[in-house]
């Protein structure tokens, strides 16, 4: 079984940000799939053809300023789901097929190397935008998460700093190309250098294997005007 997933927590997104993610898997993977969303707000998700999982709210991940992103650490929980599980942010826009990506390296944790990679091409943590993994095979994080909690949550900057711990030597990436940051390689060329605002050119091109476009920071996908997104994002 495929597995599609992404974690809703409002009010940072509104839930068309849901529909649009699924929208937009409909149209560019081929299998038959599942689509999962794991939610706080369960009652707001109303359309049959989502399987909503409920999680509690958690009052110490709300009160971090910026740190709903630890929600993600029940994809790793014990789940009524099997097979592999094909995760997204709310804010990536999806362009391309995504079957390559369930079939890559299927026994593996796949997920991206974090966008510093534009200056640094040995940068060595991970970027949960786009994670692939096996059903259940890492509930050891969410017992970790439940148990230590405070701590990891004082300890790392966010998930993706945790996850890379966790993962240790058997993460795997995945290729460049397959998973881009818009704002950083793809918007005008890419940025000269991070930190600038300098482009390398005019023009915003995408390389034909690109098969989601990752939004981290501002802008937000519907703030965007380039027809790459617009007709992509919706």
């Not at 949550?153 to 890379?164: A, F, L, P, S």
Request: proline share 5%; charged share 25%; aromatic share 14%.
């Amino acid at each position: 079984m495929i597995n599609v997933a992404c974690v809703w927590i409002p009010p940072k997104y509104d839930v068309d940000y849901v529909f649009k993610l699924k929208s937009s898997v409909d149209r560019h993977l081929s299998k038959k799939y599942k689509f999962h969303v794991l939610t706080t707000h369960p009652q707001l998700i109303k359309d049959s053809n989502i399987n909503v999982i409920p999680i509690a709210e958690d009052e110490r991940i709300n009160s971090h300023p910026r740190g709903k992103w630890w929600y993600k650490a029940n994809l790793f929980a014990q789940l009524n789901w099997q097979g592999r599980v094909l995760y997204f942010d709310l804010d990536n826009v999806i362009i391309g097929n995504l079957d390559k990506l369930v079939e890559y390296e299927t026994d593996d944790f796949i997920i991206c190397q974090d966008f510093n990679r534009h200056g640094n091409p040995e940068y060595p943590v991970c970027n949960s935008s786009v994670m692939c993994f096996n059903a259940n095979n890492y509930t050891t994080f969410f017992d970790k998460w439940q148990t230590e909690k405070d701590t990891i949550i004082r300890k790392y900057k966010g998930d993706q700093d945790w996850i890379t711990v966790m993962l240790g030597s058997t993460k795997k990436w995945w290729p460049y190309n397959w998973v881009m940051s818009y704002k950083w390689e793809v918007l005008n060329g890419g940025l000269a250098r991070l930190g600038s605002k300098e482009y390398r050119s005019d023009v915003t091109t995408v390389d034909p294997q690109t098969s989601v476009l990752v939004f981290h920071g501002k802008p937000n996908p519907d703030e965007v005007t380039d027809d790459i997104i617009v007709s992509n994002w919706k």
